[in-house]
């Protein structure tokens, strides 16, 4: 999403609905890691983190990667929101994604994992953002700023759809395979949320798709693995799906 000024000065609408609904879903449901990445993303909208730049000021660009070596970006714009909603609705996918995928990896190996993915989201962003420069000469994807964590739950709804059974979903009132789910899913954002990052999502089903159908997804677990001694385990269907070359 594109950016706007942290509003830091009253607790919003949507931080009464993301509390609300995780107590209706049962804190003692979600996960730790998941847990801890939705209670410092509120945390850090509030303004009750307190960091030396706005939200604004580290939204990430091709621009500001390639020309400004502005590492900052790179690093932290996957956690800011730009709304309340915003962070509202990103944080309730992050529950039922995390839900899902936490258990199954491992609190620690998923923590890494999405820290991963979060550094993957941003590459791909940028290196998205330039070569539609090139492709369409329009410099605005150049120059385009965003910010939130939407690309790292594409990327993680590629992932939970990998280690599921095939069945049909539900995405906006249109009943689909879930293997195609999240295609339709970005179509249908693009058209209803216009100011929403069509680079960002889509950057991020591109690097989920990296992760479960090539051999990246393979070095990643590898990864991950020399660093906590515990092995990601997969669904018998995943490794099914990815393709290695």
Not at 10 to 17: C, N, R, S, T
Not at 99 to 117: D, H, K, Q
Not at 140 to 168: M, N, P, W
Not at 187 to 212: K, Q
Request: hydrophobic share 45%.
């Amino acid at each position: 999403m594109r950016p706007y000024q942290r509003r830091q000065q009253a607790v919003d609408y949507g931080i009464y609905l993301l509390f609300m609904q995780a107590f209706n879903f049962g804190i003692n449901k979600i996960p730790p890691a998941t847990l801890i990445g939705v209670i410092g993303q509120a945390l850090l909208y509030m303004g009750m983190i307190k960091v030396p730049w706005n939200a604004e000021e580290v939204c990430i660009s091709s621009l500001k990667i390639f020309r400004d070596r502005d590492w900052r970006s790179f690093i932290v714009s996957n956690f800011e929101h730009g709304s309340d909603m915003h962070l509202y609705y990103n944080m309730i996918s992050f529950i039922m994604k995390g839900s899902y995928l936490e258990p199954m990896y491992g609190t620690t190996n998923f923590a890494l994992l999405v820290g991963i993915l979060s550094l993957a989201c941003s590459a791909m962003y940028v290196s998205l953002g330039y070569i539609l420069m090139q492709i369409t000469e329009d410099y605005a994807y150049y120059t385009a700023c965003a910010i939130g964590f939407s690309a790292v739950l594409f990327a993680l709804k590629v992932i939970q759809v990998c280690e599921e059974s095939d069945r049909l979903q539900d995405v906006g009132g249109f009943t689909v395979p879930s293997k195609v789910s999240f295609w339709v899913e970005l179509v249908l954002i693009h058209i209803l949320v216009p100011n929403s990052s069509f680079t960002g999502h889509l950057g991020g089903i591109l690097v989920g798709c990296l992760y479960c159908y090539t051999r990246i997804g393979e070095i990643v677990d590898n990864i991950i693995y020399t660093i906590t001694g515990f092995p990601i385990v997969h669904e018998e269907r995943f490794y099914r799906r990815r393709i290695l070359f």
